[in-house]
């Protein structure tokens, strides 16, 4: 899958992409959310990418509630969709407190230097 995901993100031989997300079945959760950068590596998780993937899965009928949620492997991520008509207005996503602690994130501060 790695191979295909970097080869369909081509922006010169494929679509082209950022990444590309996989609708998979969950033993813990609702639904679960694969996602591949277009490198070919496998991300934890995409923000705005389960916001789509979110809406995607409701709208093509694979979860069937608007409070649901998603296996990735950042964990277990809540969605609150909020619909009129059968059309989704927004979609909402708690993913918990932001970790900024340069530890826990790869960045090159002063510590580094």
């Given amino acids: 899958m790695e191979t295909f995901a ?3 993100c081509d922006r010169h031989f494929g679509i082209g992409a950022d990444g590309m997300m996989i609708a998979a079945p969950s033993e813990s959760s609702d639904i679960r959310m694969i996602f591949y ?4 590596s496998v991300a934890e998780m995409c923000g705005n990418g389960v916001r789509c993937f979110s809406r995607y899965v409701f709208e093509e009928k694979l979860v069937d509630k ?7 492997l950042a964990g277990v991520q809540k969605i609150e969709l909020t619909e009129t008509g059968g059309q989704v207005q927004s979609v909402r996503v708690g993913m ?3 970790k900024l602690e340069s530890e826990l994130v790869p960045v090159i501060s002063d ?3």
């Fill in 96 to 98: 918990g407190e932001a």
């Fill in 66 to 72: 608007v409070c649901f949620d998603v296996e990735t």
């Fill in 6 to 8: 970097k080869a369909i």
């Fill in 37 to 40: 950068n277009a490198d070919g």
């Fill in 111 to 113: 510590k580094a230097l």
